[in-house]
């Protein structure tokens, strides 16, 4: 059984260590949200899935990376997304989806996201809207384009600009592109309104029925039986109804200029939601990562929806349990930094927070001993329950939670003063008691122990402290956590 001056050793040293790595916990957390370390990493493991192979990753560095390179690696990174409308890669697009975007809270419009953390429901909900989007209306405008005359002075400008659709423009700028073309022959108003038509039909990328609707509404009002076919899409809310709007539009004149893309359209709002997962999977680059990985859950599924949400799911739940890894292996290399740099301060400053220095002075002084031993009964006598609620105990290094609520413990200290009184008097400095070689390494190895400590940082020593604490009041520890 330990004795209690040992004991009493042993509290003094770990609130030293606890309240240091509290200190740690908050310059790190400011360096991370300063840097946004967390998003960054986020949306490069989402970038790497989506639109990078594996052995392209991050092609500023190479393949075989020193340590510090690997440590800091993201603070270089970039990719973070900013304009929900950019639909240039994969990562972009996810980005700009309704699903994605209820998580965003950036109050600027061109700052790039923070969104550092998508629960797996949500990213699956934000890939099935990527997946049932109706992508024919545009499919059919890119075809009509095409069949324009090229080198003419107002379709080639158009047809420029929709190369960039999915760019640096959007279905917006095309529409008002079209408006702005001018009536001056019968082709060029027979060819307006078909592009006017089909830009509506392409806005309209959540739903078939909607791209089918839009594109009826957009043919000219002289058109040849628009009114009963908008009456037809009125009733199309059922089986009865998709069968005789479908018959509807396949009875029309081969002739008509409009019959083909109503065909097509139709098609498209009628298609089930399993086929428009498969394309949308097919769609994806052969070099992603993801598509390897949708294709193969698509099938154990059996192509149905809910299991394939199911699975994604936990498969989405892994990839981020390894990114949390790799996120935390690097973050302790800035956490070391942190630590070294608070130890040296607070060492040059006077204050005792080298170790072997510290236990000795513990062993000497009584009065010194007691002191540590009340401030960490005082510390650790904090409210479980607020400390549960408040979220003290999670595995995750310098989160704001843990800073928030282990303070609340310092807060109801009334000895704190103690750990910031100075060891040396006025006008001393801690190197001028190192008379020879042997005290040097003494105090680098005092100092490299507290630096080590900080690293585990200060869940882990809150909790020690309360085991600590409990077993001096006479194996009554408190509730661990």
């Known amino acids: 059984m ?20 509290l200190a740690v916990s908050a310059m790190n957390e400011a360096v991370i949200r300063l840097l946004a370390m967390r998003s960054k990493q986020l949306w490069l493991a989402l970038n790497q899935l989506l639109d990078t192979p594996e052995h392209q990753r991050d092609p500023k560095w190479p393949t075989l990376r020193t340590a510090f390179a690997t440590a800091f690696s993201l603070w270089k990174y970039q990719g973070r997304p900013e304009d929900p409308k950019d639909t240039t890669t994969q990562t972009s697009r996810l980005y700009g989806t309704s699903a994605i975007q209820a998580l ?42 095409a ?18 659709l999915d760019g640096t423009v959007g279905m917006a700028e095309v529409a008002d592109a079209i408006e702005a073309l001018p009536e001056d022959d019968q ?29 009826i509404e957009q043919l000219p009002a002289d058109t040849a039986g628009r009114e009963e076919l908008q009456q037809k899409w009125a009733t199309a809310v059922d089986d009865e109804g998709r069968r005789a709007l479908t018959e509807h539009i396949a009875k029309l004149p081969s002739d008509l200029a409009y019959r083909e893309e109503l065909i097509a359209l139709n098609a498209a709002s009628v298609d089930t939601a399993g086929n428009t997962i498969r394309r949308y999977i097919d769609g994806l680059p052969d070099a992603a990562p993801l598509k390897r990985q949708l294709a193969t859950i698509w099938a154990q599924a059996s192509e149905n929806i809910t299991s394939f949400r199911h699975d994604v799911e936990g498969w989405f739940d892994g990839q981020m349990a390894r990114v949390s890894a790799m996120y935390r292996a690097q973050i302790r290399w800035i956490t070391v930094i942190v630590a070294i740099l608070v130890v040296l301060a607070t060492w040059t400053y006077g204050l005792r927070v080298e170790s072997l220095t510290l236990v000795s002075d513990l062993q000497r002084d009584q009065n010194l001993r007691q002191a540590y031993a009340a401030l960490a009964s005082d510390i ?73 400590a900080l690293s585990f940082g200060a869940s882990f020593w809150w909790n020690v402290l309360r085991r600590l604490t409990g077993l001096r009041q006479g194996g009554k520890s408190a509730p661990s956590q």
Do not use: M
């Not at 009493?8 to 260590?17: E, K, Q, R, S, Y």
């Not at 069949?147 to 960039?164: I, N, R, T, V, Y």
């Not at 060029?188 to 791209?211: F, I, M």
């Not at 400095?429 to 490299?448: E, I, M, Q, S, Y």
């Open 2 to 21: 330990l004795s209690s001056e040992w004991i009493d050793i042993a509290l003094g040293v770990v609130v030293v260590w606890f309240l240091l790595a």
């Open 104 to 145: 965003e809270n950036t109050a600027k419009p061109d700052r790039k996201t923070r969104i550092h953390n998508i629960p797996s429901s949500v990213f699956v909900t934000a890939l099935l809207e990527l997946g049932l989007r109706n992508t024919t209306g545009r499919t059919l405008l890119g075809r009509y384009l």
């Open 147 to 164: 069949s324009l005359p090229d080198g003419d002075a107002h379709w080639q400008p158009l047809k420029e600009l929709w190369k960039e």
């Open 187 to 215: 082709d060029r108003v027979r060819h307006k309104a078909r592009l006017r038509a089909l830009a509506a039909a392409a806005k309209e990328t959540t739903s078939g029925r909607e791209a089918l609707r839009a594109y």
């Open 380 to 452: 650790s006598a904090a409210d479980q329950a607020q400390l549960e609620k408040d979220g003290c105990g999670t595995e995750d290094d310098a989160t704001k939670d843990e800073v928030l609520c282990l303070a609340r413990g310092i807060g109801k200290a009334d000895g704190l003063d103690i750990a910031v009184t100075k060891r040396i008097g006025p006008g001393e400095r801690p190197w001028d008691a190192v008379d020879d070689t042997g005290d040097f390494f003494a105090v680098v190895a005092g100092l490299v122990i507290t630096i080590v």
